[in-house]
């Protein structure tokens, strides 16, 4: 099994590998790594306390959504790695300018980190909306969850390193420095360093071509014999099979978007709480030094590897629907250690089960809803996703804060568990059949004719 998992490894094109060290470059830097340990932290050294986080945080994550779904549509029209390089740009420039906020006069200081921290998501949401369907579109069918799988282990590794540097840099700089932790130099220098790192990002995907389209061979159409469900009902998802490959927009498919949409929002509220508070929690709520947060975060991240390796096998045993489903009722589960046990081990513990459990279930949903999907509409959802997420992390961001302020954060973690199995229950209820990917659907549709 493990000599099957290396072969398919090496049927891998350049252009994965290089895309491969892109994104792990995100992971160190912005997705888990140095931004997510340190920038929070800065924020609160700069004297703000966390209803204003949650604020800086929300107003960048509502531009990340709001940026999804124009994101999609620049992909499908430029290119998904064209749109990708311009993301990480954006991504560097603004994130420089989040490195001078210290610069700025304390009236205008408010506003210049909301607006920087605005212009950063939007790069990140112009990154990431593309890479699913980039990846899809250098995959075949038997390499796709090994590579997905891949892409989100490397991501972690990335990270559990981002969040090791993160944590031990503001130390070493304010002995450099002559600083106490309580100033916030010392975090605006990790900062920079994950700033100037994208430059690495953008260089690998210059590197990469733009070929994947003339090495896929389009699938023919599918005429299905009903092409609208009926007006009087609402469609089921064996409406949705069969009429998903049509060319314009049809009920059936805007019904499927409306329902990934729904569970994206509730499903990844858990998980939206404790990326975004976490380190908050444990500073101003636990007392946990700096070094002790980025360990705890990248031990979290390293978690997540080789459950993730395993995906591949764990999907041809399970199913993506299943590991949907059960991963994420394990980081629900997660969450009671930090919504109930108020010590560092136990919101640690929490944390890193969280963190595990949703990336076998990002993976696996994106895997699940791609196949659904004809190629040309994959931007689309994918924008949808990402912008729907976005939502979500906006929402439990900007209120979160005030809900730490007027109920503490065991009270948030609650809520975001809650919501999150809500949305778990919206997905097993409406996927309750196993479904069968695009391609197999063609198969199966020309062998009947």
């Given at each position: 099994m493990?000599?099957s998992?290396?072969?398919?490894?090496?049927?891998f094109?350049?252009?994965?590998?290089?895309?491969?060290?892109a994104?792990?470059?995100?992971?160190?830097t912005v997705?888990?790594?140095?931004?997510s340990?340190?920038?929070n932290?800065f924020?609160?050294?700069?004297g703000?306390d966390p209803?204003?986080?949650?604020?800086?945080n929300s107003?960048?994550l509502l531009?990340?959504?709001m940026?999804s779904?124009?994101?999609g549509?620049l992909?499908?029209?430029i290119?998904?790695?064209?749109?990708?390089t311009i993301?990480?740009?954006v991504?560097?420039c603004?994130?420089?300018l989040?490195t001078?906020?210290q610069q700025?006069?304390?009236?205008l200081?408010?506003?210049?980190?909301?607006?920087a921290?605005?212009?950063?998501?939007?790069g990140?949401?112009i990154?990431?909306v593309?890479?699913a369907p980039y990846?899809m579109a250098f995959t075949?069918?038997?390499?796709r969850s090994?590579?997905?799988a891949?892409?989100s282990?490397?991501i972690?590794l990335a990270a559990?390193a981002?969040?090791?540097v993160?944590?031990v840099?503001?130390?070493?700089i304010?002995?450099?420095?002559g600083?106490t932790?309580?100033?916030?130099?010392?975090?605006r220098?990790?900062?920079l360093?994950a700033?100037?790192?994208?430059?690495?990002g953008?260089?690998?995907?210059i590197?990469t071509?733009d070929?994947a389209e003339?090495?896929?061979?389009?699938?023919?159409p599918i005429v299905?014999?009903?092409?609208y469900?009926?007006?009087f009902?609402?469609?089921r998802?064996?409406?949705?099979?069969?009429?998903v490959?049509?060319t314009?927009?049809?009920r059936?498919?805007?019904?499927?978007a409306l329902?990934?949409?729904?569970?994206?929002i509730?499903?990844?509220a858990g998980?939206?709480v404790?990326?975004?508070?976490?380190?908050?929690?444990?500073?101003d709520?636990?007392?946990?030094?700096t070094?002790?947060v980025g360990?705890?975060?990248?031990?979290?991240?390293?978690?997540?590897?080789?459950?993730?390796?395993?995906?591949?096998?764990?999907a041809?045993?399970?199913?993506?629907?299943?590991?949907?489903?059960g991963?994420?009722?394990?980081?629900?589960?997660?969450?009671?250690?930090?919504a109930?046990v108020?010590?560092w081990w136990?919101?640690g513990?929490g944390y890193?089960?969280v963190?595990a459990?949703?990336?076998?279930?990002?993976?696996?949903?994106t895997?699940?809803?791609?196949a659904?999907?004809k190629?040309?509409r994959?931007?689309f959802?994918?924008?949808?996703?990402e912008m729907t997420?976005?939502?979500?992390?906006?929402?439990?961001?900007?209120?979160?804060?005030y809900i730490?302020?007027?109920y503490?954060?065991?009270?948030?973690f609650?809520?975001g568990a809650?919501a999150?199995?809500v949305?778990?229950l919206?997905?097993?209820?409406y996927?309750?059949?196993?479904p069968?990917?695009?391609?197999?659907?063609?198969?199966a549709?020309a062998s009947?004719?």
């Open positions: 493990f000599h998992y290396l072969s398919t490894l090496r049927t094109q350049r252009n994965l590998w290089l895309y491969f060290a994104i792990s470059l995100i992971g160190f997705d888990g790594g140095i931004f340990v340190v920038f932290l924020l609160l050294r700069l703000y209803a204003f986080v949650g604020e800086v107003a960048g531009s990340f959504a940026c779904l124009p994101a549509a992909g499908g029209r290119g998904n790695r064209r749109a990708m993301g990480l740009i991504m560097m603004s994130s420089l989040l001078f906020s700025i006069p304390d009236a200081r408010p506003l210049w980190l909301m607006a921290y605005m212009v950063f998501n939007g990140l949401a990154y990431f593309n890479t990846l075949s069918d038997e390499q090994h590579a997905f891949i892409q282990a490397m972690s559990f981002g969040s090791l993160g944590g840099l503001p130390g070493l304010a002995n450099q420095m600083l932790l309580e100033s916030a130099t010392p975090y220098y990790p900062l360093v700033a100037l790192m994208l430059n690495l953008v260089a690998a995907l590197f071509k070929d003339s090495n896929q061979v389009a699938p023919p299905p014999r009903r092409t469900p009926s007006a009902r609402i469609p998802f064996t409406d949705i099979k069969a009429v490959s049509l314009h927009l049809d059936a498919f805007l019904m499927l329902v990934i949409s729904i569970i994206r509730f499903q990844i998980m939206a404790t990326m975004t508070f976490f380190n908050v929690y444990m500073d709520g636990l007392g946990v030094s070094a002790q360990l705890l975060s990248g031990l979290g991240r390293l978690l997540a590897v080789p459950i993730v390796l395993a995906l591949p096998i764990l041809n045993r399970w199913s993506h629907r299943n590991l949907v489903i991963s994420s009722l394990s980081a629900v589960a997660c969450l009671a250690p930090l109930l108020p010590i136990a919101a513990s890193m089960g963190m459990g949703s990336s076998i279930r990002y993976t696996s949903f895997i699940f809803i791609m659904l999907i190629p040309e994959r931007s959802i994918s924008g949808l996703n997420a976005g939502l979500s992390f906006a929402g439990m961001a900007f209120f979160g804060g730490i302020v007027a503490g954060y065991q009270m948030l609650l809520i809650l999150s199995l949305g778990t919206i997905f097993w209820g996927f309750r059949a196993e069968r990917p695009f391609r197999h659907q063609v198969a549709k009947a004719d």
